[in-house]
């Protein structure tokens, strides 16, 4: 599994997030969560953002993707702005649909990428369970189905939040290198957020790392591991005992 270098063509991703604050709600009192965080992510390059929870991963991607707009700064996506797709930690299907018609529905009446989703589905390895319904799905094919959603938008920009916690080491494993295959033959640019420093280091082109209590960016590095490095257990430990020591 190796990680696609990053295209120069296109325009990056530029952000810069003066201060995020939650407010005072009730006995709690105002929560500052992110300070001074500025970076910019070339074209076609797999950006992962991590760091342990609360430390405000997913309030920046929420950000990014115009979902939280209540902060001081800004965040420019260039001309890739209206396509753009984002694959939640729950895969997020309508239960009165078949995995076909979830996939369906993000695209518009018409649209020729709707030919497309049989291929898409044989691709992700749900071509036996297009008609099926989500409750007839274990987790991990719910979430090749986010993937195959989030993919047949053949969207600019990809932005994943933890989207493949709280799965066992195989299936993780499994649909961390389908997430690979996709990306090399649908090429984007990603933003994925873990926090799994294995799965960091497996997937990214770059790490961006968030400090805990500090509400800043700790590290910036650019991972450039081969594909054999990248399915080598010790060569992934000694690449994160590299970054996450200093």
């Known amino acids: 599994m190796a990680a696609l270098n990053g295209v120069k063509d296109g325009a990056p991703i530029r952000v810069s997030v003066k201060s995020k604050i939650f407010p005072a709600v009730g006995d709690r009192e105002a929560q500052l969560v992110l300070k001074d965080v500025s970076f910019e992510v070339a074209p076609r390059s797999f950006l992962v953002i991590t760091g342990p929870s609360g430390c405000g991963k997913s309030t920046l991607l929420n ?3 115009g979902l939280d707009t209540d902060y001081d700064g800004k965040v420019d ?6 396509h753009l797709a984002f694959i939640f930690q729950t895969p997020r299907l309508l239960p009165w649909r078949t995995v076909y018609e979830n996939i369906a529905l993000v695209l518009p009446d018409g649209d020729p990428r709707h030919a497309k989703i049989p291929a898409m589905l044989e691709r ?13 799905l274990s987790l991990g094919m719910q979430r090749r189905a986010a993937l195959a959603r989030g993919f047949i938008l053949e969207p600019e920009i990809l932005l994943m939040d933890e989207p493949f916690v709280s799965l066992d080491d195989p299936t993780a494993a499994s649909l961390r290198e389908l997430l690979t295959e996709l990306w090399h033959t649908h090429p984007t640019t990603v933003i994925f957020v873990t926090h799994d420093r294995a799965e960091a280091i497996q997937l990214g082109t770059r790490i961006l790392r968030l400090a805990p209590g500090k509400a800043s960016v700790a590290q910036d590095v650019n991972i450039n591991l081969t594909e054999a490095q990248r399915q080598d257990r ?3 430990l000694a690449e994160q005992n590299r ?4």
């Open 63 to 65: 950000i990014i993707a």
């Open 77 to 82: 996506l260039g001309p890739a702005k209206n």
């Open 124 to 136: 992700v390895g749900l071509g036996q369970a297009m008609n099926a319904y989500p409750e007839r």
């Open 234 to 236: 010790a060569a992934v």
């Open 243 to 246: 970054i996450f020591a200093a």
